[in-house]
C-alpha cells in the first residue's frame, strides 16, 4: 500500500499541512467543516487548496470522514516538491 497524500504533502509543504477552518455546520452528529490552506510548498509557490470535510461522530468519536479536496492541485504541488 502506498503512503497516503497526506504525509506526502506534509514533506512537501514548509510546516507541513496548515488549514484554517473557514465555516462550520453542525447538526446532529454531522459536522461540516470548510477550511483553506494556509501552507507554502518548499519551492515558494502558495499551496491555496480548500477542503470540505463532512464528519460523521457517535459518541463523541469520529467514525467516518468524507473529505473533499482539489486533487489535482496536491498532484501538482508533489510533482513540483518531492525528492
Known sequence: MGTHPFERLNKVLKGGVIMKIDH??????????????????????????????????????????????DSFLVKQVIDENER
Open 24 to 69: 462550520t455546520f453542525v447538526s446532529g452528529n454531522i459536522a461540516v467543516v470548510e477550511m483553506t490552506s494556509t501552507s507554502t510548498a518548499l519551492n515558494g509557490k502558495p499551496f491555496p487548496n480548500t477542503y470540505c470535510w463532512v464528519v460523521r461522530f457517535v459518541n463523541d468519536i469520529i467514525t467516518e470522514v468524507r473529505a473533499y479536496v
